[in-house]
């Protein structure tokens, strides 16, 4: 059973930065893929980013140049950095872990991220 835990969310001001982080216990190849999603209020969830065991990274277009995706092991953490973040950013992120980046078998409860203009 893969737990997830996000952390890392709040208000920020469009421009301004801020780190998630997302704790993953449990392990296997069902945490192969580890991604964050988000979801705007009235919108559906689309995934931001994507990195899987290998360092394959995965960025929707939105956020690619701004942000990083990265992972440590030793620490069983995944992080999103968000630099220059903006408006349009302001939603509920998820951390999610999978087979591959589409196949999500595990989610976390979601941290909220507000940018305000």
């Known amino acids: 059973q893969v737990q997830l835990v996000e952390s890392g969310g709040g208000l920020v001001q469009a421009g301004g930065s801020l780190r998630l982080s997302c704790v993953v216990s449990?392990?296997?190849?069902?945490?192969?893929?580890m991604t964050w999603y988000r979801q705007a209020p009235g919108k559906q969830r689309e995934l931001v980013a994507g990195i899987t065991r290998g360092g394959i990274i995965k960025y929707v277009d939105s956020v690619r140049g701004r942000w990083t995706i990265s992972r440590d092991s030793a620490k069983n953490t995944v992080y999103l950095q968000m630099n220059s973040v903006k408006p349009e950013d302001t939603a509920v992120y998820y951390c999610a872990a999978g087979i591959t980046y589409s196949l999500v078998s595990s989610w976390g409860q979601g941290t909220q991220v507000t940018v305000s203009s």
């Open positions: 449990g392990s296997g190849f069902s945490t192969n893929a």
